[in-house]
């Protein structure tokens, strides 16, 4: 696990294991906030050591950008903590996680330890802060990884911990690629010193415009893409032919998922359109 100071009390974890994704941590004098946990049990729990003994605090809040088992499935090692997330999430951990975390339980002894921990403090529209020391945190909406996706603007520092509505390359089957380029738009505007992405590594200050600018055009080029392929006899060919830099990313990593997530996008949408066709 990666670990980076992104600003005082601020802290930001990286997996070495899944996906480059990613966790942060904000320190108050008696207690911590954690946005997220990582997708393997050893990793949330060494962001628990980091914590408990390197800073020597506990977790007393953990906000939950979204319901994916990556960031949310080390709920359980903070049996201390309250965990804050959108509405939906709670719903979509009760009625999908539940059953995929049983399955993955039976499957997968990595995962023998983990147990369901619900939010319990949600809400829905608008936003919600929460005060840790002398830093101002700012929940707010920014749909379109999945519908449920949130994110947390560290006021004073201009930090924004954006979930999955930030990647080093959109990831939309389970969510809307019309909604999360409302949410990146959004993100744009705020005029932030870092985005922590929920995958991959940090985007500074200089960084952001380019960043925000091919994110954009990715999703533009992956809906015509789609569309096209609805045209064409051979549409998983063509997509196969029409790779992630043919969309206009290069250089993702994602701990090597970035080809596979990217041809999954293309099938979402295509089978999107396809719909829209049949009408
Ligand atoms: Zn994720």
């Known amino acids: ?24 941590v904000i320190v108050g004098p008696q207690w911590a906030v954690l946005i997220d946990t ?6 949330s729990l060494s ?7 390197e800073i020597g605090v506990e977790v007393r809040y953990i906000i939950n950008t ?17 965990v804050i997330a959108h ?35 949600t809400f829905s529209g608008g936003t919600m802060n929460l005060r840790v020391g002398k830093k101002n945190l700012t929940l707010l909406p920014t749909p379109g990884h999945s519908l449920d996706g949130i994110s947390v603007l560290v006021e004073e520092d201009r930090v ?7 990647m080093p390359l959109p990831y939309i089957v389970d969510g809307d690629a019309d909604d999360i380029t409302t949410s990146i738009r959004k993100i744009s505007r705020m005029g932030l010193e870092n985005i922590i992405q929920g995958h991959g590594d940090i985007v500074l200050r200089g960084e952001i415009d380019a960043a ?30 029409n790779g992630v830099e043919a969309c206009g990313k290069s250089r993702v990593y994602l701990g090597g998922l970035a080809k596979e997530l990217h041809i999954r996008n293309l099938r979402s949408l295509y089978q999107q359109e396809k719909k829209i066709h049949e009408k």
Request: some cysteine; proline content about 4%.
């Open 212 to 241: 925000v600018k091919e994110n954009l055009l990715y999703l533009t080029n992956i809906r015509k893409v789609a569309k096209t392929a609805t045209r064409r006899r051979e549409a998983e060919d063509y997509m196969e032919d």
């Open 160 to 166: 924004l911990f954006a979930g999955d509505a930030f």
């Open 47 to 53: 962001i628990r050591d980091f914590v408990e003994h």
């Open 87 to 121: 509405e939906l999430c709670r719903k979509f951990l009760e009625e999908r996680g539940i059953p995929s975390m049983e399955t993955a339980r039976r499957q997968n002894p990595a995962f023998k330890q983990v147990k369901m921990v619900l939010p319990h403090f």
């Open 1 to 24: 696990m990666h670990r980076e100071r992104v600003s005082e009390n601020v802290y930001w974890f990286q997996s070495e294991i899944y996906a480059q994704v990613t966790a942060g």
């Open 66 to 82: 979204h319901y994916h088992a990556d960031h949310t499935w080390g709920n359980c090692f903070f049996p201390g903590a309250m």
């Open 38 to 43: 990582l997708a393997l049990p050893e990793e």
